[in-house]
Every structure is written in C-alpha cells, then in structure tokens.
C-alpha cells in the first residue's frame, strides 16, 4: 500500500490593510503679529515674511512631520524650529521708561527663537467612500505640544537709567532684556477632515485648540492643504504639498521685573514634499 500525501494550496495572503508613513519636509513662510514680554518689558510685533526675511537669521528653520497609520488608528510627530529677527520698524515698546527705546543700532530690536514638538494619536471616526477613487475620511486628534521658546530685546539706553532695577543688562550701549529657555507643554485636542478627489489629488483641513490653563493659557491651530501625488512604484508615492497654516498662543508667568509672556499668531503658507509608502 503506497501512501498518498496530499499538498494544500498555499492560503497565505498580503496584509489587507498595511502600515502607511507619511515622511515630509516643509517650509512656512511665516508672519507674525501680537507681543512678547521679557523681563517686565512688553514688545509689540506686526512683521510680515517680507519683513522678516530681510532682519532674522532661520526664516523658514527646519520643520519635518511624520505619521505612521495602520487600520483607523496612526501617529505623527511634528518638528518646527526657527529664529526670528524683528526690525525697529515692525515693533513698538508698550511700556516706554524714559531714556529706554528699541535699539535702533543691534542687528534686530526683537529676536525670537522657537522650537515645537508636537507627538500625538489620529483616530478615523467615519469615512465616506464617494467613488472607487474619491473618499472622504473625519479624524480625530489629540496631542501634546512641546514648546521652547527664547526673547531678547534690545534697548538703546541712556546713561540716565537704572537699568539693574529693571533686571536688564548692558553691554556697549545697548540694554538688553532677555528671558530663555522658557517651556512648557500645552495638552491639545482636534479634528482633521480628509477629501481624496483621485489617486493623485487630496485636500486636507485640520482644527485644534489646547493649553487650557495646563501649559499655556490657550492656544488654536488652523490648517488647510492641498497635495498632489505622483506614483514611484511599488505603492510609493512623491506628494508636492502647499497650504497655509495657522498657530496662535497665549502664555504667561511671573510678574514685575520677571514677568514673561508669549501673545502670538504665526500664520503663513506651507509648501512641502512628502514620501508616502
């Protein structure tokens, strides 16, 4: 008697829903108006790109997102980092002291330095299949958004100032007021809606709020994009992306001499490409 062994078909089958990356490098062109506080001394601001770019040392900086999804859920990382210069002619000093202006001779009256990282969880809470090609998604998002963030302001002072009641120093001239490394966490929550119009073409909108008295006293985000997507093979995709974004926040600690605080909105176009496999 010969036995007989039967071979079973393989049954093994591609993941029907794999991990998706988003790696993306971009570029915002920011703006900048509201006002900053460093050592008592309240600095306003209204600079536009044009203005910044002709006094700041990182208009743009380095700014990178990443995002991993698998099924509904995902996570990102958000990476932003620049180093602003204001002119004399883009800023105001709210509380003049006589014999103290905004310096006139630094290289910047104002600079701002400001690093975010923001780590946080997408969730799909409903999706609209429109066509085999067009789709609309309704995320959900929360978050934590890091921020670093440095003044120094520079002052043309007279010799007739007492500027260590102030809690400012001096050196050649120039009074400078300056607060580092100031630092906080800010909790954030939102929505992102997502319109595929084809394989190639999707619009992306995002809201947040955060802060609430935790971190800062309250911060809002709003974010509007455009992508479109060519194909490299292999379900690998190049995305050349341009949109514009909206950051606003509003911190404060201290009071007196050491009083420090952060009432901004950073708005201006994002232009970026992405690698989507």
Known sequence: VVA?????????????????????????????????????????????FVDLL???????????????????????????????GFGKNTTSYRNPIAGLQLSTAASAALTYELF?????????????????ASSTTIDGVMAFRYWNNSIRADFDAATNVNLSLLGLERSFGIATARADSIQWVDPVVGVRARHRFSPRQELTVRADVGGFGLGSQFSWQVFGGYSHMWDLG????????????????????????????FDLTLHGPVMGLSLRF
């Open 116 to 132: 975010i990282i923001e780590v946080g969880g997408v969730y799909e809470i409903a999706r609209w299949q429109h066509s085999e």
């Open 54 to 84: 002709q006094t700041s040392q990182s208009v743009g900086g380095l700014m990178a997102y990443f995002e991993a999804d698998k099924g509904k859920v995902g996570a990102y990382v958000d990476f932003v980092y620049t180093k602003l």
């Open 234 to 261: 292999e379900a690998t995709k190049l995305a050349a992306s341009f949109g514009y974004r909206i950051l606003s926040v509003d911190y404060e600690e201290g009071s007196g001499t050491d009083a420090k605080s």
């Open 4 to 48: 007989q062994t039967t071979v079973q078909p393989s049954t093994t089958v591609g993941d029907p829903d794999p991990w998706r990356f988003n790696a993306a490098a971009y570029g915002w062109l920011m703006s900048v108006s509201g006002n900053v506080t460093a050592r008592g001394q309240t600095i306003n601001t209204n600079a536009s």
